[in-house]
């Protein structure tokens, strides 16, 4: 299986299928590289990039603190050991962050950014709520709890032997590692920075999504090439629950904004 170490000899585990133009997939605290596994058939466009982040999934803990500095850079030792130096930084929910704070640390590396559900900041009440109770349930150590919580609300009713299976992988995320990427992800703060960004960024919203809506005016006037779509009869959970169309969605990015550039077909 393939792994690249991170720094302090963090074993970062990572999955690779497809060729063409590079997408690396970030996904949530909590979760693992499973949770993009409706986007796999995007291999028949593009080079997937899937993997845990530390302490989440395969990947090991490490015994660093984790900053989003530490995330960013797992993500380029990556790309190193592929031997790619630029991608498409896809990022899901509270994954939007670190894709951020890769864009801004390593822009010679940053072909555009994708993100499901971001914020460059909580400062709502509910999203300030759902990382409080990560914060509570892992230092608790309740990671089973979480995995099924997670499981269920990323999954539809007659996806049973998916919800299992994402269940049984984040299940062996690490307690410790967990709480701190909440607490990381709750006191994150990118809103300054943002017109730093200048490769395309794609930011998608579900359409029930109601108390993430006002982060997108922050986007839009920060960011000085950014397109914001909104996915209809949706909640938060596009890259399960609506994967056909986000798909859809990434494709048609892509192939507008840089197959000039990349040859993508």
Same mark, same amino acid.
């Given at each position: 299986?393939?792994?690249?170490?991170?720094?302090?000899?963090?074993?970062?585990?990572?999955?690779?299928?497809?060729?063409?133009?590079?997408?690396?997939?970030?996904?949530?605290?909590?979760?693992?590289?499973?949770?993009?596994?409706? !986007?796999?058939?995007?291999?028949?466009?593009?080079?997937?990039?899937?993997?845990?982040?530390?302490?989440?999934?395969?990947?090991?803990?490490?015994?660093? !603190?984790?900053?989003?500095?530490?995330?960013?850079?797992?993500?380029?030792?990556?790309?190193?050991?592929?031997?790619?130096?630029?991608?498409?930084?896809?990022?899901?929910?509270?994954?939007?962050?670190?894709?951020?704070?890769?864009?801004?640390?390593?822009?010679?590396?940053?072909?555009?950014?994708?993100?499901?559900?971001?914020?460059?900041?909580?400062?709502?009440?509910?999203?300030?709520?759902?990382?409080?109770?990560?914060?509570?349930?892992?230092?608790?150590?309740?990671?089973?709890?979480?995995?099924?919580?997670? =499981?269920?609300?990323?999954?539809?009713?007659?996806?049973? =032997?998916?919800?299992?299976?994402?269940?049984?992988?984040?299940?062996?995320?690490?307690?410790?590692?967990?709480?701190?990427?909440?607490?990381?992800?709750?006191?994150?703060?990118?809103?300054?920075?943002?017109?730093?960004?200048?490769?395309?960024?794609?930011?998608?919203?579900?359409?029930?999504?109601?108390?993430?809506?006002?982060?997108?005016?922050?986007?839009?006037?920060?960011?000085?090439?950014?397109?914001?779509?909104?996915?209809?009869?949706?909640?938060? !959970?596009?890259?399960?629950?609506?994967?056909?169309?986000?798909?859809?969605?990434?494709?048609?990015?892509?192939?507008?904004?840089?197959?000039?550039?990349?040859?993508?077909?």
């Amino acid at each position: 299986m393939p792994y690249v170490q991170g720094r302090f000899q963090s074993p970062i585990y990572y999955e690779t299928i497809g060729k063409g133009l590079p997408i690396v997939f970030i996904h949530p605290p909590g979760m693992g590289l499973i949770t993009f596994e409706k !986007q796999r058939d995007l291999a028949k466009h593009f080079q997937l990039i899937f993997f845990d982040i530390r302490g989440n999934g395969r990947s090991g803990a490490g015994s660093e !603190q984790i900053t989003m500095s530490l995330l960013a850079e797992d993500i380029a030792r990556i790309l190193d050991e592929l031997n790619i130096r630029k991608a498409v930084i896809f990022g899901y929910s509270n994954g939007g962050s670190i894709a951020q704070e890769f864009a801004l640390s390593h822009p010679e590396r940053t072909m555009a950014v994708i993100m499901s559900g971001p914020f460059p900041e909580v400062n709502s009440f509910i999203l300030r709520t759902e990382f409080r109770l990560g914060l509570l349930v892992s230092r608790l150590k309740r990671i089973s709890f979480l995995a099924k919580a997670l =499981a269920f609300a990323h999954t539809k009713n007659y996806e049973t =032997a998916f919800r299992e299976k994402m269940a049984n992988y984040f299940a062996h995320g690490d307690p410790n590692i967990v709480y701190q990427l909440y607490k990381e992800g709750l006191h994150y703060r990118s809103t300054n920075r943002l017109q730093e960004i200048h490769a395309p960024v794609l930011v998608i919203y579900a359409k029930f999504d109601f108390y993430l809506h006002h982060y997108s005016k922050m986007f839009i006037q920060r960011l000085a090439d950014i397109e914001l779509v909104t996915v209809d009869k949706a909640t938060h !959970q596009i890259p399960t629950k609506n994967a056909p169309e986000l798909n859809r969605i990434i494709v048609d990015f892509i192939n507008r904004r840089l197959s000039p550039i990349t040859g993508v077909d």
